[in-house]
């Protein structure tokens, strides 16, 4: 699977993001500067977490005007899957790859902790590993994961089977409690209409490593590894 991972200033996920990529696959990732606007030839574009411009103006607003992010909407208007990790996910909302938008966490707290996360669906290029139903821990680092869609998407997102995660309680459900930061029914990622984008908050590259304190994000690369081999 030939990947590349967009290197914005501020990313610092992007590193993690690498090393989970080149475990699943033993292949190293291509790490594309903001300022390029070409792409070599790809199987999965990530957009990685961090502060991409220190989150100026808003978080993601400034990334999704940068010059490669043109050939990233090109790409995935042709088809090229592209994910998209919490600031990844801040920054295909504002490009407009996904609806929706990501808005100051609900307690206005940075947040830094694992998460109760549940898999909506099995049937995409990025979930293929998991059970849908499954409850995975995998953390966050966000100020800004607040997902807000107006009533008429968050509908059409529901009814096309488009959410793909959603943040749950101990018991797996979707509760207050289990909610860290006031996302609209409790979404954690969503995909476009074609199901070959996915955004998300939750950190996946970050539960890669038993030393780290959890394997749950393994599947996901090691799904996608074979999904697009």
Same mark, same amino acid.
């Given at each position: 699977?030939?990947?590349?991972?967009?290197?914005?200033?501020? +990313?610092?996920?992007?590193?993690?993001?690498?090393?989970? *990529?080149?475990?699943?696959?033993?292949?190293?990732?291509?790490?594309?500067?903001?300022? &390029? @606007?070409?792409?070599?030839? *790809?199987?999965?574009?990530?957009?990685?977490?961090?502060? +991409?411009? $220190?989150?100026?103006?808003?978080?993601? /607003?400034?990334?999704?005007?940068?010059?490669?992010?043109?050939?990233?909407?090109?790409?995935?208007?042709?088809?090229?899957?592209?994910?998209?990790?919490?600031?990844?996910?801040?920054? *295909?909302?504002?490009?407009?790859?996904?609806?929706?938008?990501?808005?100051?966490?609900?307690?206005?707290?940075?947040?830094?902790?694992?998460?109760?996360?549940?898999?909506?669906?099995?049937?995409?290029?990025?979930?293929? $590993?998991?059970?849908?139903?499954?409850?995975?821990?995998?953390?966050?680092?966000?100020?800004? =994961?607040?997902?807000?869609?107006?009533?008429?998407?968050? &509908?059409?997102?529901? =009814?096309?089977?488009?959410?793909?995660?959603?943040?749950?309680?101990?018991?797996?459900? @979707?509760?207050?409690?289990?909610?860290?930061?006031?996302?609209?029914?409790?979404? /954690?990622?969503?995909?476009?209409? @074609?199901?070959?984008?996915?955004?998300?908050?939750?950190?996946?590259?970050? /539960?890669?490593?038993?030393? *780290?304190?959890?394997?749950?994000?393994?599947?996901?690369? &090691?799904?996608?590894?074979?999904?697009? +081999?």
């Amino acid at each position: 699977m030939r990947s590349a991972v967009i290197v914005f200033p501020g +990313s610092n996920r992007d590193r993690d993001m690498r090393l989970a *990529l080149r475990r699943a696959t033993g292949h190293e990732p291509h790490m594309i500067w903001h300022k &390029d @606007t070409e792409l070599p030839e *790809l199987d999965l574009i990530v957009v990685p977490g961090g502060f +991409s411009y $220190g989150d100026y103006l808003r978080a993601g /607003a400034m990334a999704a005007r940068s010059p490669v992010m043109r050939t990233v909407v090109e790409r995935a208007n042709a088809g090229t899957p592209v994910m998209g990790v919490c600031n990844g996910f801040q920054v *295909l909302t504002e490009i407009g790859l996904l609806p929706g938008a990501l808005m100051r966490n609900a307690n206005l707290k940075f947040i830094c902790r694992n998460v109760g996360l549940r898999v909506e669906t099995s049937q995409s290029l990025f979930t293929s $590993g998991y059970d849908a139903g499954q409850v995975l821990s995998i953390p966050v680092a966000h100020h800004d =994961g607040n997902y807000f869609a107006d009533e008429a998407t968050l &509908d059409r997102l529901e =009814g096309e089977n488009r959410v793909a995660f959603r943040y749950v309680d101990d018991a797996g459900e @979707t509760s207050a409690a289990g909610n860290p930061n006031g996302s609209a029914r409790n979404i /954690a990622g969503v995909y476009n209409e @074609t199901g070959t984008v996915l955004g998300f908050m939750p950190h996946p590259e970050n /539960a890669v490593d038993p030393e *780290l304190g959890g394997t749950d994000g393994m599947a996901l690369f &090691d799904g996608l590894t074979r999904a697009l +081999s």
